[in-house]
């Protein structure tokens, strides 16, 4: 089966140019793997989170620095301990 694929068998039978299919398969996967990851990005998932249509052209959000957090948990102790 495997010589068939290599001698020309496809193009010879169907017209077929197997270096045609080749480039369009690299080309393809890219593309469906960009797609695959805006439309999962939109969809709710089983939690219902979604992201916004046009999330893909906004800028990252700035990471927390090692200080935010430590303020972060020093508000949250004092929210929840009463002080």
């Given at each position: 089966?495997?010589?068939?694929?290599?001698?020309?068998?496809?193009?010879?039978?169907?017209?077929?140019?197997?270096?045609?299919?080749?480039?369009?398969?690299?080309?393809?996967?890219?593309?469906?793997?960009?797609?695959?990851?805006?439309?999962?990005?939109?969809?709710?998932?089983?939690?219902?989170?979604?992201?916004?249509?046009?999330?893909?052209?906004?800028?990252k959000r700035k990471p927390m620095l090692n200080d935010?957090?430590i303020a972060a948990d020093e508000e949250e102790n004092r929210i929840f301990n009463g002080n």
């Amino acid at each position: 089966m495997l010589e068939f694929y290599l001698r020309g068998g496809p193009h010879i039978i169907l017209g077929l140019n197997v270096n045609v299919a080749w480039w369009c398969l690299g080309l393809a996967t890219p593309f469906y793997l960009l797609i695959y990851m805006y439309l999962d990005g939109i969809i709710p998932n089983a939690f219902g989170i979604s992201e916004s249509l046009l999330f893909c052209l906004r800028s990252k959000r700035k990471p927390m620095l090692n200080d935010d957090f430590i303020a972060a948990d020093e508000e949250e102790n004092r929210i929840f301990n009463g002080n």
